[in-house]
């Protein structure tokens, strides 16, 4: 008799989710060991099979496979919305996936289907239907059905999962970290990929120099698929050039697409226009690829890449939201580079706004978070020197917080993180060493 599960409530359901993070002792153990599980892929690869699929099936997602330090999500976003306009007016493609990381509100956010997040009811069925096949298939091979993939492998499993399942034929995927080792890194044969700028991140994982960390971005490469970047710096340049040369890839580099001074990207900024640029060719590629002829020499740009560009909206990323009597300035930057352009454009917009508000003085607070204690201090002082030394900008006011979010009287289950020690997380200790570091 086949029993049918009863379909469990979303927050449960992101509670069994919430169980697959591997914890601040494991995941400390594993930051002392270094670099990268080259053992992931593999893994990665028998789990999509347990769960019905071979990764040739990936291919047919037509993925535009983006990693890079600084805009992934950006690029991400604006490809997305550049493919949505050309569904809405040629029908091509049919139905776009998009997979990025990490969520702003809820975890939903993380996959989406045709520029939506899906349904907390599709997001319940889709997860246990992962999670009953890895139980299932572990019993039936002898396996422990207890081990199951982290929170971000099981994510991106699952993601692959729904958009097989919803018969997605244009996926937009975010590398998670790096790209030679993450677990998105095991498509076949993409539709084309794209590297955004680097920098220096997750050196722990990837390596503290910028040519270490761009051989690790360089692993999405394919033969076969086309690839694309942006200006970088030279060693970094290098490195890129020398894989895919290995690879058999034929790889551009593309410069600010000069139509983009003439489009009102909502931030109107030359890092936001780079990240446009690629987004540009990463499109065009593929709507070529689905017989989609599109023209992006020319200028203006076809209608639907202008209107694609100008929507994009990307949450958390150089935001303005205005109260009645607060304008907040959000943005989630987390190396040192993207703080001083974010500082910077934090100067300059509360400069104006204090312009149009006339003599009044008007109180300037940082709220600032960061998670672990991975370079928070220089993070913190990168804030500080930028806005004080740089830009002549003065906080009466800073505050320290943590990832702990509430929605009404608990703790909402999208925002469990156990990979923070809870100890550390209660005493606030992390929160008094940067109070600290901040009035010195």
């Not at 076969?224 to 050039?241: C, D, I, K, N």
């Not at 989609?292 to 694609?308: A, N, Q, Y």
């Not at 900008?393 to 505050?399: L, T």
Request: net charge neutral; proline share 4%; glycine share 6%.
């Amino acid at each position: 008799m086949t029993v049918v599960r009863e379909v469990p409530k979303y927050h449960d359901t992101v509670e069994k989710l919430n169980s697959t993070q591997s914890g601040f002792k494991a995941l400390r153990e594993k930051r002392l060991g270094g670099r990268l599980d080259k053992a992931t892929l593999e893994d990665v690869r028998q789990w999509l099979h347990r769960v019905g699929h071979d990764v040739n099936d990936l291919n047919r997602l037509n993925v535009v496979h983006v990693a890079g330090t600084k805009g992934k999500g950006s690029t991400c976003a604006f490809v997305n919305s550049i493919l949505q306009r050309y569904q809405q007016s040629v029908g091509i493609p049919r139905k776009i996936g998009l997979y990025t990381s990490p969520h702003l509100v809820t975890v939903r956010e993380r996959i989406q289907v045709n520029s939506e997040p899906i349904s907390e009811e599709m997001f319940a069925q889709y997860f246990f239907e992962v999670w009953d096949a890895l139980e299932s298939s572990a019993i039936k091979e002898g396996l422990d059905p207890a081990r199951k993939p982290t929170y971000f492998r099981f994510l991106t499993l699952m993601a692959f999962h729904i958009f097989i399942r919803e018969g997605i034929d244009a996926a937009v995927i975010e590398v998670g970290v790096g790209g030679e080792l993450d677990s998105t890194n095991i498509i076949p044969l993409p539709a084309v990929t794209g590297i955004t700028t680097l920098g220096i991140d997750h050196v722990r994982a990837l390596g503290g120099t910028i040519d270490k960390i761009a051989w690790h971005k360089a692993g999405i490469f394919k033969a076969g698929s086309p690839a694309f970047t942006v200006p970088q710096a030279p060693e970094a340049m290098e490195v890129l050039r020398s894989r895919a040369e290995e690879k058999g890839v034929k790889l551009d580099t593309l410069a600010i697409h000069p139509a983009l001074f003439d489009i009102r990207l909502r931030v109107a900024e030359d890092f936001q226009r780079k990240n446009a640029s690629l987004a540009i060719a990463l499109a065009a590629s593929l709507l070529n690829r689905l017989g989609v002829s599109v023209d992006i020499d020319s200028e203006p740009l076809p209608r639907e890449f202008i209107e694609g560009l100008e929507n994009m909206v990307w949450r958390g990323r150089w935001e303005t939201l205005v109260s009645d009597k607060q304008v907040w300035h959000l943005d989630g930057a987390h190396t040192e580079d993207s703080l001083k352009l974010s500082t910077a454009w934090f100067a300059r917009t509360a400069t104006q706004n204090q312009h149009k508000d006339g003599p009044r003085s008007i109180p300037t607070v940082l709220i600032f978070n960061q998670q672990s204690t991975r370079d928070s201090e220089s993070l913190l002082r990168t804030v500080h020197e930028t806005a004080y030394n740089d830009c002549g900008i003065e906080f009466q006011h800073a505050v320290f917080c943590t990832n702990t979010t509430y929605k009404g009287n608990s703790c909402k289950t999208d925002f469990v993180n156990r990979n923070v020690d809870p100890k550390e997380l209660g005493s606030l200790s992390l929160q008094t060493r940067m109070a600290e570091v901040w009035h010195t």
